[in-house]
């Protein structure tokens, strides 16, 4: 992995939300950087680090987490994570305790991912706690002779068995070299309750 690349990298994402900030377009921004640490010793299990950041129309910061996990692959087709997350939003600190499972196949030349994800969320300064579960459906194809693997995916929220939220994505991944690839997504937020948001991410995963 080329340090000069990873710095260009670095460079452009602190600088989407300035570029973007004079559209006056109502659109959100997400940033965030995920590291992966794959055991040789034990190729089951891995380890990771995440960080992402929310902006609320590239005016000012909305939110943001850090999560540590370990991940473990019983199987080729399925991953489970656990993972701790630190969340800091409207001067709160929140923890979430995050166990999630992966099953993924193919249909065809197209890649087909299940996720479930349950959030158990607890915020000691409002004395509060809540539990979610995020089911999202991923499909992606990777572009013969090309870095690029666009997808497409959905994922609903729900709550005491009530729908609060549905994220819809269109967006793609594109492969620097085996331990780096960047994303690039759209997303279409609803909620139940309030109106919809337009979202513009970018994302740097690294492979260790």
């Known amino acids: 992995m080329r340090m000069h690349t990873i710095i260009l990298i670095f460079v452009i994402m602190a600088l989407l ?3 973007m900030r004079c559209s006056d377009n109502g659109t959100d921004g997400w940033e965030y950087v995920n590291v992966t640490y794959n055991f040789k010793s034990l190729p089951k299990w891995s380890i990771g680090g995440y960080f992402e950041h929310h902006n609320n129309q590239y005016q000012h ?4 987490f850090s999560r540590f996990s370990v991940g473990f692959s019983p199987i080729f087709w399925l991953k489970t994570t656990m993972s701790y997350d630190l969340l800091r939003s409207n001067h709160n600190w929140t923890n979430r305790l995050v166990p999630e499972a992966t099953g993924t196949f193919s249909i065809g030349d197209v890649k087909i991912a299940l996720r479930e994800r349950f959030l158990y969320t607890w915020c000691p300064a409002k004395s509060q706690q809540s539990h979610e579960l995020r089911s999202r459906i991923k499909a ?4 013969l002779k090309t870095r690029f693997s666009p997808y497409l995916a959905s994922e609903l929220f729900t709550t005491d068995a ?10 793609t991944n594109y492969q620097i070299n085996k331990q780096l690839n960047i994303e690039w997504y759209y997303l279409y937020h ?8 337009h979202i513009l991410g970018l994302g740097l995963n690294i492979n260790i």
């Open 140 to 143: 992606q194809y990777h572009i």
């Open 190 to 197: 609803v909620f139940r309750k309030s109106d919809s948001k």
């Open 162 to 171: 009530k729908w609060t939220k549905i994220r819809y994505y269109v967006g």
């Open 17 to 19: 939300p300035q570029t």
């Open 61 to 64: 910061f909305e939110s943001c």
